[in-house]
């Protein structure tokens, strides 16, 4: 069974900066795009940033400048540097993959989330 575990959220001052992390477990045979989206209260759940296997990357207008996604394969890991943070970026934040699972009929892609972690950021 694949899991997504986050780690890194928390409480901090505008302008500080907080770094999130999420692992993948289980039997995994790859892991290509992974992600960081966020949900605020009364929103819809939105893409913050995206990096794919080869380490391209994208971000929403919002963040740009401010975070930085990045990965480590060998730890089939995803983090989450934020800096400059703001007010309006709190929200919780999911870590999502797409992922072949062990035992894959036909070696298919699976899309996976994890719990949240909840970033809160003050004024």
């Known amino acids: 069974q694949v899991q997504l575990v986050e780690s890194g959220g928390g409480l901090v001052q505008a302008g500080g900066s907080l770094r999130l992390s999420c692992a993948a477990s289980?039997?995994?045979?790859?892991?290509?795009?992974m992600g960081w989206y966020r949900q605020a209260p009364g929103k819809q759940r939105e893409l913050v940033a995206v990096?794919?296997?080869?380490?391209?990357?994208n971000y929403a207008e919002s963040v740009k400048g401010r975070f930085t996604i990045s990965r480590d394969n060998a730890k089939n890991t995803v983090y989450l540097q934020m800096n400059s943070l703001k007010p309006e970026d709190t929200a919780v934040y999911y870590c999502?993959?797409?992922?072949?699972?062990?035992?894959?009929?036909?070696?298919?892609?699976?899309?996976?989330w994890g719990q949240g972690t909840q970033v809160t950021v003050s004024s």
């Open positions: 999502n993959a797409d992922i072949t699972p062990s035992g894959s009929r036909y070696l298919s892609v699976h899309n996976y």
């Open positions: 990096i794919t296997s080869g380490g391209t990357t």
């Open positions: 289980g039997s995994i045979v790859s892991i290509y795009r």
